[in-house]
């Protein structure tokens, strides 16, 4: 489950804007939102949260936070301007660092998403184990023959 939309997005970056940057058919542009450049940002931003997230939170999420929502939301639209424009658009860079705050806060467990955390794995059981041996295989008298003794 993603854990934004093309909806989402399109809060966030007009729709002639969001043409723009996807209609990468040239030289004769469709005209229309491509949406298999919009999943790849979608994706990429995703892959980027649950690095973080992983580290304290079973993945992936049944319901998705808000929180969550909204950094992925930064993060693609990061990924959608990123290399398509010569200047990246005034807070595009300012909302993308502070995504990735908020991602670090999480992990450093400055900030929850209230939801239950992953459980530590189990330590394995102790297990004893016995050896038994009936002396030694190699000893002195043994080794000297061998020669190159001292």
């Given at each position: 489950?993603?854990?934004?939309?093309?909806?989402?997005l399109l809060g966030r970056i007009?729709?002639?804007r969001m043409i723009e940057l996807t209609d990468q058919t040239s030289p004769n542009p469709t005209g229309a939102i491509q949406s298999d450049v919009v999943d790849l940002a979608i994706k990429d931003s995703d892959a980027e949260i649950d690095s973080y997230l992983g580290q304290r939170y079973t993945l992936p999420m049944a319901d998705v936070p808000k929180v969550?929502?909204?950094?992925?939301?930064?993060?693609?639209?990061?990924?959608?301007y990123l290399g398509r424009v010569d200047h990246?658009?005034?807070?595009?860079?300012?909302?993308?660092?502070?995504?990735?705050a908020i991602l670090q806060m999480i992990v450093d467990k400055k900030m929850s998403l209230g939801i239950p955390?992953?459980?530590?794995?189990?330590q394995a059981p102790l297990v004893a184990v016995s050896v038994f041996s009936e002396g030694p295989l190699f000893t002195m008298d043994s080794m000297s023959s061998l020669g190159g003794g001292s």
């Open positions: 489950m993603a854990y934004c939309t093309l909806a989402d007009p729709l002639i969550v929502n909204k950094v992925s939301i930064d993060l693609a639209v990061y990924a959608l990246m658009p005034d807070g595009i860079e300012s909302r993308r660092k502070h995504a990735l955390e992953s459980q530590a794995p189990a």
